[in-house]
């Protein structure tokens, strides 16, 4: 069975920092667009980064930029978030997700087949 495992979440300091990690079983995630995804209480999920397949190329939300950093560990079957200077409208589940193409591009109406189950990261005094 195919599954995305998330980690790394928890209760942090405003201007804190935590390093999500995504791993996989039964497949590798270098083969994949990744994207990391983010949903609030009483709020739609919206894409914080993705990360295309091969090229290097990561797109972030405006709202993270400069803030978060996504990046990849193949040899570890895992991609990460980097989160700093946590602000607490970044208090949410945040979801990684896999997504194949043979384009490897990630693009504002890529969908996503494969989600794990979310961590919960909670910005907050």
């Known amino acids: 069975q195919v599954q995305v495992v998330e980690s790394g979440g928890g209760l942090v300091q405003p201007g804190g920092s935590l390093r999500l990690s995504c791993t996989a079983s039964?497949?590798?995630?270098?083969?994949?667009?990744i994207g990391w995804f983010r949903q609030a209480p009483g709020k739609e999920r919206e894409r914080v980064s993705c990360s295309n397949r091969g090229d290097g190329t990561t797109l972030y939300q405006d709202s993270v930029k400069g803030r978060f950093t996504i990046s990849r560990d193949n040899a570890k079957n895992s991609v990460h978030l980097q989160m700093n200077n946590l602000k607490p409208e970044d208090t949410g589940v945040y979801y990684c997700?896999?997504?194949?193409?043979?384009?490897?591009?990630?693009?504002?109406?890529?969908?996503?087949?494969?989600w794990g189950r979310g961590t919960q990261v909670t910005v907050s005094r």
């Open positions: 039964e497949f590798t995630l270098e083969n994949y667009v």
């Open positions: 997700a896999a997504h194949y193409t043979y384009t490897g591009q990630c693009t504002p109406t890529t969908l996503f087949e494969y």
